[in-house]
Each structure stands twice: as structure tokens, then as C-alpha cells.
């Protein structure tokens, strides 16, 4: 819970693509503002200027959300995001509409019960679309691939391996299925990977070429396991390592994460069941534990502490997921501190100093 004495107006913005709904509440939580206007620049900073200061104002995460906090982060003291999922007031509501939830916000927002949401600046912004962007390249190139071996298979046609897929070898499967119609499909199928594959490549080179100047970028990939698109999903995960200041920071990044433990009791503590986090960033989580995979086949000091845990008894699978949180928790402090990756002397911590 947050806490804002000064404040003196609360509003909270139920945001839409053509318009967004406003309420405001003072401190003992009387009406302020109710509004609807056009989701535009000027509508927007025109509705909350005229409002007694300090303002705060709150808007739940979504993908108007990053535009809001542009627009708006100027003429208010304060810009919320919040966490959609924390607010169960709005979600299961029975009276549910645009001026209900913008009211809802306002008084959540009043009473500190808000989990806020890090909305990158623009640049980091970019990356983090594009990164999203190259796994969906990713996911539509290797659907492709798998329609294409299923057609073959479903027509009498073994194919393993990746020859299929090149242009050297294409004709010689192709010849290979006798119906006319057929050929006709995979040959539209062909196309459609080239132009998916074209779409990946291009993706991926609009991405290095914002990241290869980023000293975050360069750091993060000496960690091994992590190289140059683990890396990249990394960096635009953790964006700002300083957003995880403070105690326990390495775990509000395993929670962020998705690595994170939860510990769920009642009545009594020493029956408390705990359990992994099914909730965080799935991209960050994606990329911890492929590069815990990836270090497990060189040697390295995440390798060796694999070999150590599994030797004890620990089951492979959660040895593999606590690689992956000492991976996270490497790249916190190597990004807090400007350091290179080392694997460690004994006695000596993995990173030292540049």
C-alpha cells in the first residue's frame, strides 16, 4: 500500500481507442470530475488541468496505456499504471461500465491499493514491441515449417530433417506427391514460408540494430546461455535494473519473471504450501530458462551447481528452474553495476569489474 497525504485529487482514466472515461475524488473521497471525452492529447490534458493540485492519476496496463502516460505524465504529479489482473473490484464487478471502472480506479488509487506496472520509456519501448514482435516471427515461421511436414506426411511422404524446407531440395519432394492439387497446396505453403521467413530476418535486423550500441545489450550477452536473442529478450525485459531496487531485489525480477515462489497459508504458517509463480513476464521467463538450458551444456559455474543439486537428490527439472533464477540474478547485478561476466575464481564473485 502507497501512501499520499498531499495529494489532493485522485483520478482514475478507464481508457478506450475512440474515448475514455474520467473520475476524480478528492481526499474524503467526494466527486471531483466525471467525464468522457475523445481519446486525444489535447482532450485529455485539457480534462485534468483543471483540477486542484497535487493530482494523481491512475489507468490499468494495456496497449493505450504507454500513449496515456506520454500524453498525460506532464500535467499531472503523478502517473499510475496498474496492474489489471490485482484489480479484482473492477473485473468482478456487477455493475460494470466505462464511468464505474474510471470511478473504481479513482478510489483504489485514493486508498493505495494499486500495484504499479514499469512502462518504459520510448526507445525501450521499441525494443520491447519489436523483441514481442521476432517471437511471433518466430512462432509463424515454425508453424509454417510443421504445416508443411504434415502435408507431406499426410500424403505418403516421409520428411525428416530441414531439407525440405530449402529451395536446393524443394523440387525433388515435391515430384514425390502424385496429386496435382496437392503439389499446388504446398507450393502456396512454400510462398508463404519464404515471405515468413523474409518478415523474421527483417525483424530481427531492425532489433540488433537498436541494441548492438546498448552497453546493456553487450553485457547481458557474455552471460552463458544468453547470447545474442536471449539477450536481447533480457535487456528489454529488465529495460531499467533500478526498478527493482531495494531489499530482495533479485526476487521482485524471479516474481516479475514468472520464477518467483508463492506461499499460500492460513490458520497456520508451518502448513503453508508453496508453489512456483504460474503469473509474470512469459518472455523473461522464456528466455531464463532457455539460456539455463543452453549453460547446462558448456561448463560454467550454472552447470556445475546443476550437477551439484541434481547429485543431491534435487529433481532435474527444479535445478534447471533455480539456474534459471541465477541467471536473472546475474544479470540484475552485472546491469546495476556496469560489469562483464567472469567465471568466478574461488572466493570471487561471477562479475567483475570493468
Same mark, same amino acid.
Given at each position: 500500500?502507497?501512501? @499520499? &497525504? ?23 473521497? &467526494? ?41 498525460? &505524465? ?9 496492474? #489489471? ?16 471502472? @474510471? ?12 500495484? =504499479?506496472?514499469?512502462? =518504459?520509456?520510448?526507445? !525501450? ?12 516471427? *518466430? ?19 516421409? *520428411? ?5 524446407? #530449402? ?37 530481427? !535486423? ?6 548492438? #550500441?546498448?552497453?546493456?545489450y553487450r553485457l547481458l550477452k557474455t552471460i552463458p546461455g ?5 539477450? @536481447?529478450?533480457?535487456?528489454? !525485459? ?8 531495494? =531489499? ?27 508453489? !512456483? ?78
Amino acid at each position: 500500500m502507497e501512501k @499520499a &497525504e498531499a495529494v489532493v485529487a485522485f483520478v482514475g482514466i478507464d481508457a478506450h481507442s475512440e474515448h475514455c472515461s474520467l473520475k476524480a475524488v478528492g481526499r474524503q473521497g &467526494e466527486s471531483l470530475l466525471a467525464v468522457e471525452v475523445a481519446t486525444q492529447e489535447r482532450r485529455l490534458r485539457a480534462a485534468v488541468k483543471g483540477l486542484p493540485r497535487p493530482v494523481w492519476a491512475m489507468v490499468e496496463s494495456s496497449s493505450l496505456a504507454p500513449l496515456l502516460k506520454e500524453w498525460l &505524465e506532464s500535467v499531472v504529479d503523478r502517473l499510475i499504471v496498474c496492474e #489489471t489482473r490485482e484489480n479484482r473490484w473492477i473485473a468482478r464487478s456487477e455493475d460494470k461500465s466505462d464511468p464505474a471502472d @474510471a470511478d473504481r480506479l479513482a478510489r483504489l488509487l485514493r486508498m493505495g491499493e494499486f500495484r =504499479p506496472v514499469h512502462v =518504459p520509456g520510448r526507445a !525501450g519501448l521499441e525494443r520491447r514491441e519489436l523483441v514481442r514482435l521476432y517471437q511471433k516471427s *518466430v512462432r509463424d515461421v515454425t508453424r509454417l515449417k510443421n504445416r508443411l511436414k504434415a502435408k507431406y506426411r499426410e500424403h505418403g511422404v516421409a *520428411v525428416k530433417g530441414d531439407k525440405v524446407y #530449402t529451395v536446393r531440395h524443394r523440387a525433388s519432394y515435391l515430384r514425390q506427391v502424385k496429386q496435382p492439387a496437392v503439389r499446388a497446396m504446398l507450393a502456396v505453403i512454400y510462398e508463404q514460408l519464404d515471405g515468413a521467413q523474409a518478415a523474421h530476418l527483417k525483424i530481427w !535486423g531492425q532489433l540488433f540494430a537498436r541494441l548492438r #550500441t546498448l552497453p546493456a545489450y553487450r553485457l547481458l550477452k557474455t552471460i552463458p546461455g544468453v547470447g545474442s536473442r536471449l539477450g @536481447a529478450m533480457l535487456a528489454a !525485459g529488465i529495460d531499467d535494473p533500478e526498478r527493482f531496487a531495494g =531489499p530482495n531485489r533479485k526476487r521482485k525480477l524471479w516474481k516479475y519473471s514468472g520464477l518467483g515462489v508463492r506461499s499460500q497459508w492460513s490458520s497456520h504458517p508451518e502448513q503453508a504450501r508453496v508453489s !512456483g509463480s504460474p503469473s509474470g513476464n512469459r518472455l523473461m521467463k522464456y528466455a531464463a530458462l532457455s539460456a539455463a538450458h543452453n549453460a547446462l551444456r558448456g561448463k560454467n559455474r550454472f552447470s556445475r551447481h546443476y550437477a551439484e543439486m541434481v547429485e543431491q537428490g534435487k529433481d532435474p527439472a527444479m535445478a534447471e528452474r533455480t539456474v534459471g533464477r541465477q541467471i536473472l540474478a546475474t544479470a540484475l547485478s552485472m546491469l546495476t553495476s556496469g560489469t562483464v561476466y567472469r567465471e568466478p575464481e574461488p572466493g570471487r564473485s561471477p562479475v567483475e569489474e570493468v
